[in-house]
């Protein structure tokens, strides 16, 4: 997500040399000259100014060749005799839950991990080799179901339940090419459907990848 918007405002601003920092803390902004953040949460904390971009989705993913070899959950229960793997906070270090939606409520469900990391990167990959099944954020997921990479699993239970936002301090006396690039973040994210995908479009592809394990 990040990069091409970066690229982009780079071929449009040639003169302009972006400093991009990936940490998952908001510092202090007037200390660490911080212009412009992504977040993602059900709300931004702290006395900034924040735009809603899309949904986040979290989604039950296999690899076609994990489905071809081990099968596919029926329920959330079943998970449990899966091979699956759990995201570690980068800053407490702390397993995470998976949070699945269960009705109208999110709920909090912990696993016997067979991979444990910090990094979603690396996440994304063990899923696409084959070897667990993965809660993924629709940022890796949505693109790579699209193409048939990865299956979506238990779809009725992804959660949405947070957002993606940008966020910015006071506009008052605002640089302009800190106004460029909210404006161009604004226009390529705000409602984009890139990475997200409707309920239909995750049934539909849950059942075609559930058939084609199936018939291997």
Known sequence: MLWPLVDEFCRRHPGIQPDVTLDDRIG???????????RIGTTLEGELTARRLFALQLIVCAAPAYLAAHGAPASIEQLASHRCSVFRHPGSGRVLPWLLRVGDEVIRHELPPMLSTNDAQLETEAVLSGQVIGLLSGLSAAPLIRAGRLVPLLSRHAADHMSVYLYY?????????????????????????????DARELATAEARGRKAARGR
Do not use: C
Not at 28 to 38: E, K, L, S
């Open 28 to 38: 202090n902004w007037v200390r660490d000259r911080i212009d412009v953040g992504f």
């Open 169 to 197: 301090g006071s506009r008052t006396a605002q640089p302009s090419r800190v106004r460029a690039f909210i404006d161009l973040g604004v226009e390529r994210l705000a409602g984009s459907r890139d990475y997200v995908l």
